[in-house]
């Protein structure tokens, strides 16, 4: 997957996570409306009834009222003003009962609109005014007296009319604020059911979308890391071992070098005593052989716990992969073996020749080995791209392929592995050795193998520049 692919696939996930905290948000705030909605106090739910009831008490009350003071005002007759004293004191007694019955502080509904309720202060209002439009009728009516039939006296109601006016409008106010209330709860009630719904629509999208996030998260963070975490801690107790083999090392070497020195050196002595070709004789070549061995596995073993810094200049890969072709070429011969060198485009390679020609003769080795009898091994190498310390640069990928019966999947977990080898004498060090001077040069070490189609080993290099 290219950058930008990921890139794109990142600002994905980075939107989907926000739309996801949106629906989130979004269902946290429905829920909690939802909440205060089915919890509704039974006082806010009481006062559309008080508004009503203002509104049905004053607004006749008051018309009822006016109609009496204008009978009065044209007949000045006393029994229409005294039914106006009763009826006023009625009013005003009902007033007064309301105001000790009713709720005296504010209500508040916060969600999912604001409401607030205040029949208190509202009974206030009109208890003052209908005290100014009494007085007013007083006023204009000469507190209530009846006059000269043979000669009345015009009444001028406009002040009692101006205030029965804005009685009126507050009784209208509380029949609006009632309404309004009204209209609200039986909205909630209808809207109520089709936001649960909602509700659990959204949850079930947020469980969806999270178990997709879950499972995307783990390919993308968590399966990678734990793959890294169990290279690491193979790469780990790799090193473990070779620290513990560098500690050993030098005692190691000391320990058989100077005996097998001391043997071979009488060996040497004994064998000019001796007959060729006799019992006696023959038994020397093997100690011989042994101590060649001997010294050869602690030689492999100093050189993978102290190898040495390689010289890194730039070499043609042709002229090293013929080179190391001509010293296998009489033993692949005895096998029947053909070990050829396919064209190599001129690449060229930053590596130290002489530990490159090691791990050559090494994986080569293998490979006849591996074949025994009637095969091929082919040696290349080619231009290529590759990320080495985790920067891609220019490499150079130097092949070399067998067709053997390829590496069993038990062998292949232990490949590299110092001291494991399946073959009988082997020391099991050549290919731990050889990945070892591989990393040292920057590079790495692979190989692919298939059941009965052979191994290729891939040593990737960085490449040389061109020169100038």
């Avoid at 049905?56 to 009065?72: D, K």
């Avoid at 502080?105 to 009494?134: C, E, G, H, R």
């Avoid at 079930?204 to 399966?223: D, E, F, K, N, Q």
């Avoid at 053997?404 to 038990?410: F, M, R, Y």
């Amino acid at each position: 997957m290219s950058s930008a692919s990921r890139f794109r696939l990142t600002v994905f996930e980075a939107v989907l996570f926000l739309m996801v905290l949106a629906i989130g948000w979004a269902a946290l705030r429905a829920f909690r409306m939802a909440r205060q909605v089915e919890n509704i106090p039974v006082t806010f739910q009481q006062m559309p009834d008080g508004y009503i009831r203002i509104a049905n008490q004053i607004e006749p009350s008051v018309n009822n009222l006016n109609e009496i003071l204008a009978r009065f005002a044209a007949h000045r007759e006393r029994a229409d003003w005294d039914r106006f004293q009763r009826q006023s004191q009625d009013v005003k007694k009902w007033i007064a009962e309301e105001k000790n019955s009713s709720i005296k502080t504010k209500v508040t509904m916060l969600q999912p609109v604001q409401v607030t309720t205040d029949i208190s202060s509202l009974l206030d209002q009109i208890d003052v005014a209908f005290d100014a439009y009494v007085s007013e009728a007083w006023k204009a009516t000469n507190n209530g007296a009846p006059g000269d039939p043979a000669n009345p006296t015009p009444v001028n109601l406009e002040k009692v009319r101006l205030q029965s006016r804005q009685l009126l409008a507050l009784a209208n106010q509380a029949r609006a604020q009632g309404q309004a209330i009204q209209i609200f709860l039986s909205g909630s009630k209808s809207w109520f059911p089709w936001l649960k719904q909602v509700l659990i629509g959204s949850l079930l999208i947020l469980v969806a979308i999270g178990l997709w996030l879950t499972i995307l998260v783990y390919r993308r963070v968590v399966s990678p890391l734990r793959q890294k975490l169990v290279e690491s801690d193979t790469i780990i107790e790799r090193q473990q071992k070779l620290a513990h083999f560098g500690e050993l090392a030098a005692g190691v070497a000391h320990e058989i070098r100077n005996p097998l020195t001391a043997i071979r050196a009488r060996l040497f002595t004994l064998q000019k005593t001796l007959a060729a070709g006799t019992p006696a004789h023959e038994d020397t070549v093997v100690i011989r052989n042994e101590i060649d061995r001997l010294n050869r596995i602690v030689t492999d073993f100093l050189q993978l716990a102290r190898p040495a810094e390689p010289r890194v200049v730039p070499v043609a890969a042709e002229p090293l992969l013929s080179e190391v072709r001509q010293l296998f070429v009489p033993q692949c011969e005895k096998q029947r073996i053909e070990l050829k060198v396919e064209t190599t485009d001129g690449a060229r390679l930053l590596a130290d020749p002489q530990q490159m020609k090691q791990v050559l003769i090494n994986l080569i080795q293998n490979a006849a080995d591996s074949i025994e009898m009637d095969g091929k091994i082919t040696l290349r190498a080619r231009p290529d791209k590759a990320l080495l310390a985790k920067n891609a640069c220019n490499t150079v990928v130097i092949e070399v392929e067998d067709t053997g019966p390829g590496i069993p999947p038990a062998v292949q977990r232990r490949l590299f592995d110092p001291f494991f080898s399946t073959k009988e004498g082997g020391t099991g060090l050549g290919l731990s050795i050889a990945a070892q001077i591989v990393n040292n040069h920057g590079g790495k070490l692979e190989f692919q193998t298939q059941s009965s189609a052979g191994t290729r080993f891939a040593i990737v290099l960085p490449a040389a520049p061109a020169p100038t």
